[in-house]
């Protein structure tokens, strides 16, 4: 008989707590995620550090629980995943107290309204059609690459900043920060077919693209969170521009949106029901950004919920 989830991850947590010894602290937390998504999380912190990747347990419980994976498995996944992601010194956050030692790292990324109501009670943010602009520090060592820390309401009042502040920092640090990049889908169906060998049949993809009607990826160029790049100012009017069209805006995911070149709005029904198949069937609950479509419109100069 499969053991209860929570029997299993306070197993998982002794096994680990056993292995790495008395110099190191082994806790499970529940940690709230996009859309209301919350999954349980391991960290393995050394006494000399503040700081430790979180292994999410939810999917190797799933894997246990379904025959893929025994117990020993799991637990010597876990072990190799903390070995190679651990971080071996400790971050300074005595920065974090003072608004002027983090304002040059505050950015911007697009969260859903509806799906993150209890989140948005507790952080500062902005509305923007049906979604929400919210807030993070970035915080980038050598040793671990970049980390982000969520601002929260209470961090606003220490500083004793407003939430048009706060926009104002993201607004110009964001696209210094996390640059750019667009796409078109030819590009990407040539990365994809060009594999890890590096080596790509361009006739199959050619192939692929004829007769398609041209659309582009907009993300950043870490492809982590990209789709508030819709918010940098002057892009999607430049790239309608560009294109010599008005445009509609696919969330593809909180990563990345699709940029469509449009003369009208007349096939958004169909592109609707195309959100929703991608978002119901090949999307993570966690990294949906809406369910809507949405318009630039070249004339106007702005962006619409259709």
């Known amino acids: 008989m499969t053991m209860e989830f929570t029997n299993f991850t306070t197993l998982v947590r002794e096994e680990v707590e056993r292995r790495t010894g008395d110099n190191y602290r082994v806790r ?29 347990l939810n999917n190797y419980y799933d894997d246990y629980a379904n ?3 025994t117990f020993v498995n799991v637990v010597n996944d876990v072990m190799d995943t903390y070995h190679r992601n651990k971080v071996n010194q400790s971050v300074d956050m005595r920065c974090f107290l003072n608004y002027e030692s983090v304002k040059h790292c505050v950015v911007y990324k697009l969260v859903n309204t509806e799906k993150n109501k209890e989140l948005l ?33 209470v961090h606003m009042k220490l500083w004793d900043v407003s939430v048009e ?5 993201a607004r110009e640090n964001t696209q210094r920060l996390q640059q750019y990049e667009i796409k078109s889908m030819t590009e990407i169906l040539r990365e994809i077919a060009s594999g890890e060998d ?11 693209c004829q007769g398609s009607v041209p659309m582009y990826v907009l993300s ?24 010599g069209s008005s445009c509609y805006i696919i969330p593809s995911s909180v990563h990345e949106v699709l940029l469509l070149p449009a003369e009208h709005e007349k096939e958004s029904a169909e592109i609707k029901s195309m959100i929703r198949e991608i978002n ?17 419109d070249r004339e106007e100069g702005r962006i619409i919920r259709l």
Not at 165 to 169: D, F, S, V
Not at 280 to 296: K, P, W
Request: proline share 2%; aromatic share 10%.
């Open 28 to 56: 499970i937390n529940d940690v709230r995620k996009n859309n209301g998504v919350v999954l349980r999380g391991l960290t393995v912190m050394q006494d000399d550090s503040n700081i430790s990747p979180t292994i999410y």
């Open 67 to 69: 025959g893929r994976a």
């Open 121 to 153: 009670a507790d952080i500062p943010h902005m509305e923007f059609l049906d979604l929400s602009i919210v807030f993070q520090c970035m915080i980038a060592q050598e040793e671990f690459g970049t980390a982000s820390i969520l601002i929260h309401n």
């Open 165 to 169: 502040k706060l926009y104002q920092a």
């Open 198 to 208: 590096g080596e790509c049949d361009y006739d199959d993809c050619m192939a692929g």
């Open 220 to 243: 950043n160029k870490s492809r982590v969170e990209g789709a508030a790049c819709i918010l940098y100012p002057d892009l999607i009017r430049d790239f309608a521009e560009a294109v």
């Open 280 to 296: 119901d069937t090949q999307v993570s609950a966690e990294e949906i950004l809406s369910y809507s479509l949405y318009f630039y």
